[in-house]
């Protein structure tokens, strides 16, 4: 079943299930795409849930035929922002341990070495992450976490194309950067 | 690299490169070492997403979609409900409207029977019983100018009356 077949069930017909397959299709994206945008777990799911509602609202207007996770995520992008404008540009990141989960769950376990060394290495890259310019981390979540195309990220960006891929290009140059500082160190 | 170049490695990368553009970074990507070093470096984003799809911060703790829709559904009937009430209410007025328009009141219905009954007897009716009522008289919308003779006499005397009192010389 595709996104208008369900569209059309929730606002012909009233299908609550078919609202709730639809957006179960792009939660897990939408969820990751924002907090990598956030990191602050109780943001994200405020966030979440204020877009679904919106969403859901709108809904009967919606026109956009087979552009809903664009869409979705254009409603998701100015919860985002209106949470990162709140907080004045401060990031209220959440602790590492928080986020990638407790040392001694996996001091216990076969290959912790690995494991711990894999933690680093995820820890490094989202630190380097949280570093990068907002625009440029908003591409870089879009396409990474959101698994969105270039040209959907610049609809919902609201710029060329050639601007999100010139996004793009610098947080990869960026971040190269930032993560042969924290080897060399 | 030029700018076209980087642009095209990025949407070949992303799968949104048309034919000729895929054609041409097949090409370069066996001839030039440097596109092929750009290309191998955007691999750090794909080992990027699914090492942070792992992360346990990365999976919802609830299912949002389920609690906005059983939300939004629960505030929807309940507007349904006012709508419903508020157009009941509205076919119940019409109803009554009409059904007064239709059906003469009661106190008509007696005035008609009374009426019928004393023309059957052979009794004379006093000419003030078959009129309205003063106050429909008084706030009548339109001229009751057949009806009422005694009342436009009366006000044409008056009319008169104050003609000759202001050509009365003043004292």
Same mark, same amino acid.
């Given at each position: 079943?595709?996104?208008?077949?369900?569209?059309?069930k929730?606002?012909?017909?009233?299908?609550?299930?078919?609202?709730?397959?639809?957006l179960?299709?792009?939660?897990?994206?939408?969820?990751?795409?924002?907090?990598?945008?956030?990191?602050?777990?109780?943001?994200?799911?405020?966030?979440?849930?204020?877009?679904?509602?919106?969403?859901?609202?709108?809904?009967?207007?919606?026109?956009?035929?087979n552009?809903?996770k664009?869409?979705?995520?254009r409603i998701?992008?100015?919860?985002?922002?209106?949470?990162?404008?709140?907080?004045?540009?401060?990031?209220v990141?959440?602790?590492p341990?928080?986020?990638?989960?407790?040392v001694?769950d996996?001091?216990?376990?076969?290959?912790?070495?690995?494991?711990?060394e894999?933690?680093?290495?995820?820890?490094?890259?989202?630190?380097?992450?949280?570093?990068?310019?907002?625009?440029?981390?908003?591409?870089?979540?879009?396409?990474?976490?959101?698994?969105?195309?270039f040209?959907?990220?610049?609809?919902?960006?609201?710029?060329?194309?050639?601007?999100v891929?010139?996004?793009?290009?610098?947080?990869?140059?960026?971040?190269?950067?930032?993560?042969?500082t924290?080897?060399?160190? | 690299?030029?700018p076209?170049?980087r642009?095209?490695?990025?949407?070949?990368?992303?799968?949104?490169?048309?034919?000729?553009?895929?054609?041409?970074?097949?090409v370069?990507?066996?001839?030039?070492p440097?596109v092929?070093?750009?290309?191998?470096?955007?691999?750090?984003?794909?080992?990027?997403?699914?090492?942070?799809?792992?992360?346990?911060?990365?999976t919802?703790? @609830?299912s949002?979609?389920?609690?906005?829709?059983?939300?939004?559904l629960? $505030? !929807?009937?309940?507007?349904?409900? *006012?709508? #419903?009430w508020?157009?009941?209410?509205?076919?119940?007025?019409?109803?009554?409207?009409?059904?007064n328009?239709?059906?003469?009141s009661?106190?008509?219905?007696?005035?008609?029977?009374?009426?019928?009954e004393?023309?059957?007897?052979?009794v004379v009716?006093p000419?003030a019983?078959g009129?309205?009522?003063?106050?429909?008289?008084?706030?009548?919308?339109? @001229?009751?100018?057949?009806?009422?003779?005694?009342?436009l006499i009366?006000q $044409? !005397?008056?009319?008169k009356?104050? *003609?000759r #009192?202001?050509k009365?010389?003043?004292?």
């Amino acid at each position: 079943m595709d996104d208008s077949f369900l569209i059309r069930k929730y606002c012909n017909e009233g299908d609550g299930d078919a609202a709730i397959e639809l957006l179960k299709r792009y939660e897990r994206p939408l969820y990751q795409y924002i907090w990598q945008m956030l990191q602050q777990q109780q943001d994200c799911e405020d966030v979440m849930q204020e877009t679904f509602r919106k969403a859901l609202r709108a809904l009967p207007n919606y026109r956009e035929e087979n552009h809903f996770k664009g869409w979705l995520f254009r409603i998701g992008r100015n919860e985002a922002i209106d949470i990162i404008r709140r907080r004045r540009r401060t990031i209220v990141a959440e602790a590492p341990e928080e986020y990638l989960g407790g040392v001694q769950d996996i001091v216990s376990l076969p290959g912790a070495r690995e494991l711990i060394e894999e933690r680093e290495s995820v820890q490094a890259l989202m630190s380097a992450i949280a570093l990068l310019p907002e625009k440029e981390k908003e591409v870089v979540a879009m396409r990474t976490q959101g698994e969105l195309p270039f040209k959907e990220i610049a609809k919902i960006v609201g710029v060329p194309i050639g601007t999100v891929l010139a996004r793009m290009h610098a947080a990869k140059k960026r971040l190269k950067s930032l993560l042969n500082t924290e080897s060399d160190r | 690299m030029n700018p076209k170049t980087r642009d095209e490695i990025l949407l070949y990368w992303s799968g949104e490169a048309d034919a000729t553009q895929e054609a041409k970074m097949q090409v370069l990507l066996k001839s030039d070492p440097e596109v092929r070093v750009y290309f191998e470096e955007l691999g750090v984003f794909d080992a990027f997403r699914g090492r942070l799809a792992s992360l346990p911060a990365m999976t919802p703790s @609830r299912s949002f979609a389920e609690g906005a829709v059983s939300e939004i559904l629960a $505030e !929807r009937s309940g507007w349904r409900g *006012i709508g #419903l009430w508020v157009s009941v209410a509205a076919v119940a007025i019409v109803i009554l409207a009409v059904a007064n328009m239709v059906w003469p009141s009661n106190e008509k219905r007696k005035k008609e029977v009374v009426r019928e009954e004393t023309q059957e007897k052979g009794v004379v009716l006093p000419e003030a019983m078959g009129m309205p009522r003063l106050s429909q008289r008084l706030f009548a919308r339109e @001229r009751q100018t057949t009806r009422f003779p005694k009342i436009l006499i009366a006000q $044409e !005397r008056a009319r008169k009356l104050r *003609i000759r #009192l202001e050509k009365f010389p003043q004292l």
